[in-house]
């Protein structure tokens, strides 16, 4: 993530209410406005992004604006990134994030999961047993999971606290990301669109993910750990 003097990595997304925003940068222009499409996702707001919607976004917003942008005579190629937030999960996927601290109440059961202890591969029960004394087929909670697993401590908290001083509000949000999207650089799109076209080849060569991604690397004159943070000092570059 792009992150500025004081600031900290931006938190990943969870369940709760938050802006969704499906935008196209072009390679001349910079970033189509006029084609851009936004959304208040959550469960009491306007649902989640799919492809219908954005087949209606290509259709009504996309085209027109690139059109606006170019005279008739040219012919887009649309680049579409395969977003991972898409993604589903079994009711019984072993997710933490379907997990409360304590037994029962509203989370998932889980089917069992395994960790290994001394070279053996024990199998770890995520739901108590029908015949327990307290919670009869119930989910174990995030505490009992971890005390079974000598994991847990008294010291672990499920919340932060506090010593970011974070703002985080949903207005400040709202506010932010036009900035953020109007900030990206030419210069930046097309260093990325290298990097696409880099893993194009590489796939197209009949490369796998693995040996796909050794290949772009090759390429890169910077080696970060993650794909999503870059060091302060290239951060610097994106300040207005």
């Not at 499409?37 to 919607?53: F, R």
């Not at 190629?77 to 937030?85: K, T, Y």
Request: aromatic letters at 12%; charged letters at 25%.
């Amino acid at each position: 993530s792009w992150i500025l003097n004081g600031e900290f990595p931006i938190r990943k997304k969870g369940a709760r209410q938050g802006i969704h925003h499906s935008e196209v940068i072009c390679l001349t222009v910079g970033w189509l406005k006029e084609g851009s499409q936004s959304m208040e996702y959550g469960k009491h707001y306007n649902g989640h992004w799919n492809g219908k919607m954005f087949f209606k976004q290509m259709h009504e917003y996309i085209i027109s604006a690139f059109e606006k942008a170019y005279s008739p005579e040219y012919q887009a190629l649309f680049l579409i990134d395969n977003s991972q937030g898409h993604s589903a999960y079994a009711k019984d996927a072993l997710l933490t994030s379907r997990m409360n601290l304590h037994p029962g109440g509203k989370q998932a059961c889980m089917r069992d999961g395994w960790y290994f202890k001394n070279k053996e591969k024990i199998t770890q029960k995520m739901v108590f047993p029908e015949d327990h004394s307290e919670f009869p087929g119930l989910p174990k909670g995030m505490r009992e999971v971890l005390i079974e697993h000598g994991l847990w401590s008294d010291k672990l908290h499920m919340q932060c606290n506090g010593k970011y001083h974070c703002d985080y509000t949903f207005q400040t949000l709202k506010d932010n990301l036009p900035k953020a999207l109007s900030s990206v650089k030419l210069e930046t799109i097309w260093k990325w669109e290298h990097r696409t076209i880099r893993w194009m080849e590489a796939y197209c060569s009949g490369l796998g993910a693995k040996d796909a991604q050794l290949k772009v690397k090759q390429f890169s004159s910077k080696r970060y750990m993650l794909h999503c943070k870059i060091p302060e000092g290239v951060a610097q570059m994106f300040d207005v």
